[in-house]
């Protein structure tokens, strides 16, 4: 299911360390986390479960450059 993020990581050369995905769907935070990002996860219109890897925010004027350095550093 991390197909898609797997393809994007190669065509930008980068690796999963390097990335994060921002999703608002289930299926969405299992493809990211199935190809190993990191994930923002902002639920929409269903409430998602929260998983090892995956933060939850309320919206994305919560995401800053500072904070997404701490993901990806930690």
Do not use: N, W
């Not at 980068?14 to 990191?38: F, H, I, N, Y």
């Amino acid at each position: 299911i991390g197909g898609p993020y797997l393809l994007a990581l190669k065509r930008m050369g980068l690796t999963a360390g390097q990335a994060v995905a921002c999703e608002d769907s289930a299926t969405g935070v299992r493809a990211a986390l199935d190809a190993g990002l990191r994930v923002i996860a902002i639920p929409h219109l269903v409430p998602l479960t929260t998983e090892p890897g995956m933060v939850t925010l309320a919206g994305l004027d919560e995401i800053t450059l500072p904070f997404l350095h701490a993901l990806v550093s930690a």
